[in-house]
C-alpha cells in the first residue's frame, strides 16, 4: 500500500475504532495480531476488551486528529486526546474532571493493515487537570 492508503487506514482506524468504538471494519484496519500499548494488548479482542473499558470510564472520550507523517511501513499520528474521567481513569479514583492531551502514537503497518501501535500520551498534563499532580509553577 502507499503512504496515502497507510495514512487513509490510520485515519479510519481512530475514527470508527477508537472514536466510535466500531469494530465492523477492524479486520480491513488492523491485524488480528495486533500488537501495542506495551504489550499489554497482542490482539484485537483484547484491544476491544480495553477501549470498551476505557469508554465506561470515560464516556464522552475524544481522540481529535491533529496531524499524520509516514514513511516506508510506518504511520505517525499526532492527536489531542479528550474526555471527562467519571469511572476511575488512569488507576485513580474518578475526579469528574476534563481532560485533554497529546498523544503521538507510531503505527507499524503489515500486508496493508495496522500491526503495532505504540502509544505516548503527555500523561503528566492529563494528571494536572484531573488533580493527581500539583500544576507547574508559572514563570
Same mark, same amino acid.
Given at each position: 500500500? $502507499?503512504? =496515502? =492508503?497507510?495514512?487513509?487506514?490510520? !485515519?479510519?482506524?481512530?475514527?470508527?475504532?477508537?472514536?466510535?468504538?466500531? *469494530?465492523?471494519?477492524?479486520?480491513?484496519?488492523?491485524?488480528?495480531?495486533?500488537?501495542? %500499548? #506495551?504489550?499489554?494488548?497482542?490482539?484485537? =479482542?483484547?484491544?476491544? @476488551? *480495553?477501549?470498551?473499558? @476505557? !469508554?465506561?470510564?470515560?464516556?464522552?472520550?475524544?481522540?481529535?486528529?491533529? =496531524? %499524520?507523517?509516514?514513511?516506508?511501513?510506518?504511520?505517525? &499520528?499526532?492527536?489531542?486526546? $479528550?474526555?471527562?474521567?467519571?469511572?476511575?481513569?488512569?488507576?485513580?479514583?474518578?475526579?469528574?474532571?476534563?481532560?485533554?492531551?497529546?498523544?503521538? &502514537?507510531?503505527?507499524?503497518? !503489515?500486508?496493508?493493515?495496522?500491526?503495532? #501501535?505504540?502509544?505516548?500520551?503527555? &500523561?503528566?498534563?492529563?494528571? @494536572?487537570?484531573?488533580?493527581?499532580?500539583?500544576?507547574?509553577?508559572?514563570?
Amino acid at each position: 500500500m $502507499s503512504i =496515502e =492508503e497507510n495514512k487513509e487506514v490510520v !485515519r479510519r482506524y481512530i475514527e470508527e475504532i477508537l472514536n466510535n468504538l466500531d *469494530y465492523s471494519n477492524a479486520d480491513e484496519l488492523a491485524d488480528k495480531d495486533f500488537f501495542g %500499548m #506495551g504489550g499489554t494488548i497482542t490482539s484485537i =479482542e483484547e484491544h476491544k @476488551q *480495553y477501549f470498551t473499558d @476505557q !469508554r465506561e470510564k470515560i464516556p464522552d472520550i475524544r481522540n481529535n486528529l491533529i =496531524e %499524520m507523517i509516514a514513511e516506508g511501513d510506518k504511520v505517525v &499520528a499526532i492527536s489531542m486526546v $479528550s474526555g471527562t474521567d467519571v469511572g476511575g481513569a488512569f488507576n485513580h479514583p474518578p475526579t469528574d474532571k476534563y481532560f485533554d492531551c497529546k498523544v503521538i &502514537a507510531v503505527y507499524t503497518f !503489515r500486508d496493508g493493515k495496522i500491526a503495532k #501501535g505504540e502509544i505516548l500520551t503527555d &500523561a503528566i498534563t492529563a494528571y @494536572q487537570q484531573l488533580g493527581f499532580y500539583p500544576p507547574l509553577p508559572e514563570e
